[in-house]
């Protein structure tokens, strides 16, 4: 039996969807599971961890694990990779995933693969399918080494619904600072904010919204559904919108059960980052956008006028 | 300060990408400097600029990489090497992280500066694996670079709640992110002294490695096939009185789509 090994992600204290989705996938092609916590004062996330399906859970608790820092992190994953002996070893998708995966896979010798979709055996051997080519076309990559790391792509997993693990705690130890990469600070732009990695809704402005004033319109949409608020590259640069709201591919990839996109045009990069979405709606004033291209509603008109009329016509729909 | 800024020549994105028979059909296709690798460019030129830095890049790939030299040249770094063997056709992030090391080794660098990935393969994993290779600190996605003194920079990366700034000891590798720099256009001047400008081209043995040593005989993983992506299909797109159509459009959300 395969032995699957799952980072759980955490945000702020709150154990993120991916963490049973990815347990779930594991489950569903047969494997063991195991899911290893990075964290400080997260021993009360163990329930959690059982309830998203792991069978083992190898939690590193420690003070000095509260900042984010990557060579520590990736000692917790390759210490708890041994002691499971491990297959594979899932990140979920998120800046932490991308930059330790490489990590480990260097330290265990074991192959890796990024942004993976699915994953599946041949006989012995491990495949996994993955998008390339700002999501263009589509790899299938054979893994020649046992063991595999992978980061999935958001959205490529469902969570199966009533999963639940049981209870095998093991305590790693404290992994040694990195004290040739200390990190400082995080400044933290997102508290309070709706995840845009875990909204059902998310809504993302571009250049149609010219300034402030139009992305604070925008805004009161995003905050009527209870939307997560994303930006297109345009607006990041502009000053309009921060960083770390850039939908596409070089951002967040995003996949929520809908997108709306809003004076976005569609460039490949943003659309990259969206199109996993399951439903997708654009309003872009220009009929010839390509955004309409991959969207499954469009309107085509001004946004200034018609986000006024989206907000009363969804709060009428929803009374 | 001595930087090594790494260089790839990957497919056009911007142009169409069509897959037949399991591979990408290269008929039409264009090749260009990988987009993060020109904000890797920018940042070392700068620093070459700002703080008297020596700058030096490295291309690897079999082929000519000539133009993507000179357009770095162009933009401002001072030296080049380009590593054209045939045996990297299949390799990976991990049998590129190995020869990487080796020039590395060489050089006796301060600073790495890669983009944060390649735009053909999407991985971004050389940058990160060549300072585990290494030994030496590493920090992805950086978004600004500041040298503190002789032996210590400080960087900010995009991280998944915010902004991670992290003081690095020298010698270390980042991976840069596009919202960095706006990289800049070669002017003419620049063009024509990059024309002047040597490239040192190796291949494995120069180096001083072979195929088997950098792992380029077994590569850890191998692409099998392309696939055309499942495209996603325009729907639905009204035009005319925008209030009518967006009550059509919510109603058919709610109702067709059932998202609300």
New interface residues.
Partial sequence: MAKVLVIAEIKQGVLKGSTAQLLSKAKAIGAETAVVAIGSNIELLIPNLVNAGSDTQYIADDPGLELFSAGPYSSCVVDAAKQFGADMIWFGFSESGKTVAPRVAAQLSAACATDITDVMFKGDQIEVIRPAIANKVMQRVKVNTKQLVAVVRAGAFDATEGISGTKNVVKLSSPAPDLKAVIRQIISEASGDIDLADANIVISVGRGAKDQAGVDLVKELANDLEAGFGSSRAMVDGGFMPHYKQVGQTGKIVAPTLYIAIGISGAIQHVAGMKGSKVILAVNKDPEAPIFNVSDYGIVGDLFEVVPILRAEIKKIRS | MKILTTLKKV?D??LN?K?KNGA?VEEGLQYVMNAWDENAVEASVQLKENKGAETTLISIGGGDNTDIIRKAYAMGIENGIHIDDPALTKA???VY?RILQKVYEKGKYDLVITGKQA???????TG??L???LG??????V?SIEVMDEQHI?VS?????????????LP?VVTV???INQPRLPVLRGIMMAKKKTIKVMDLATLGTSKDEVGGA????????????EA????????GD??E???R??????NE?K??
């Fill in positions: 497919v994105v911007e990408i897959v990408i990976d992030s991990f992280a735009q053909d393969t999407d991985n971004g994993q990160i694996i300072a585990q290779y030496l600190p590493c920090v992805s996605n978004i400080k990366r995009l991280g998944d709640v915010g902004t991670e700034i992290v003081e690095l000891e270390a992110s596009d919202s077994a590569p850890k993983s191998e692409i099998v096939e392309f696939i055309a992506p996603r299909k325009g729907g639905q797109k009204f035009e925008v209030a159509i967006t009550a459009v919510v109603d058919l959300l709610a789509a998202v609300f």
